[in-house]
């Protein structure tokens, strides 16, 4: 029972973790979209990555626990 509860919190830990580096990859994403000279396809890039970023987050819960095997 407290094997399972501590690989359940390094698993939320290493969520957070994963969350920031997705964000951080975001971030530099969105820089190289905005400096392109196209305002439209900067509209579409930005939406893309918007995107990718929503899915990345969505995955980073199920990734780290199976990481850490703290499935249940």
Do not use: E, R
Not at 4 to 14: I, T
Not at 37 to 57: K, N, R
Request: proline share 1%.
């Amino acid at each position: 029972m407290g094997t399972n509860y501590l690989k359940s919190l390094f698993a939320v830990g290493f969520q957070g973790f994963l969350i920031l580096v997705c964000v951080a990859i975001y971030s530099v994403l969105l820089q190289s979209a905005t400096t392109s000279g196209d305002p439209i396809s900067a509209v579409w890039q930005v939406m893309g990555f918007t995107v990718l970023l929503c899915f990345a987050l969505f995955k980073t819960g199920s990734l780290s626990k199976s990481i850490f095997g703290a499935h249940g």
